[in-house]
T-cell receptor, first 116, second 111 residues
């Protein structure tokens, strides 16, 4: 399977614990995105990498959240001191610049986080 | 006001029906437009891009009206397998190329 992969698929944690999620994008894609989706809503943008550079962060990304893409390949999203409001599906997407054509973002299966 | 607004539905239609979804977006700088389909507890998947001239892919037709900032999706001859949530999505083409999703319209196709 050469699509976007994410691990773990599910995570249950207690409030106050730290969690880390991993995303492996499609291999030739240099753009990587993290989104968060809560029940009944569409995915909301969290942050964006082009290669290893983190170029934009949403105001949704509080200082408890940190994302990295150290070698421009896989990315990690860490949430420190989790809160119940962090419970959501965390989606990773990747894309490759298409010039003037519309660029398609391909999504991974997501990591579903439940904070108790 | 949300940047992308959609009727949440659900739209409950019989097999074979034609159903239309509408969407409005607020940012006039929006450059690219899409419909993504999302099955329950799955990731969103691109259904089709939307072009100013309108475009069709089999039973699906998408239209864009830039002047009114309005996007539509028409599904003809609905199948049971079309049951899903359909997100209207725009891309502002700022520094990040991020996608801005509507909340989605839920479609239920019944036998």
């Amino acid at each position: 399977d050469t699509g976007v992969s994410q691990n773990p698929r599910h995570k249950i944690t207690k409030r106050g614990q730290n969690v880390t999620f991993r995303c492996d994008p499609i291999s030739e894609h240099n753009r990587l995105y993290w989104y968060r989706q809560t029940l009944g809503q569409g995915p909301e943008f969290l942050t964006y990498f082009q290669n290893e550079a983190q170029l934009e962060k949403s105001r949704l990304l509080s200082d408890r959240f940190s994302a990295e893409r150290p070698k421009g390949s896989f990315s990690t999203l860490e949430i420190q001191r989790t809160e119940q409001g962090d419970s959501a599906m965390y989606l990773c997407a990747s894309s490759q610049p298409q010039g003037r054509d519309q660029e398609t973002q391909y999504f991974g299966p997501g990591t579903r986080l439940l904070v108790l | 006001r949300k940047e992308v607004e959609q009727d949440p539905g659900p739209f409950n239609v019989p097999e074979g029906a034609t159903v239309a979804f509408n969407c409005t977006y607020s940012n006039s700088a929006s450059q690219s437009f899409f419909w993504y389909r999302q099955d329950c507890r799955k990731e969103p998947k691109l259904l089709m891009s939307v072009y100013s001239s309108g475009n069709e892919d089999g039973r699906f037709t998408a239209q864009l009206n830039r002047a009114s900032q309005y996007i539509s999706l028409l599904i003809r001859d609905s199948k049971l397998s079309d049951s899903a949530t359909y997100h209207c999505v725009v891309n502002v083409m700022d520094s990040s190329y991020k996608l801005i999703f509507g909340s989605g319209t839920r479609l239920l196709v019944r036998p």
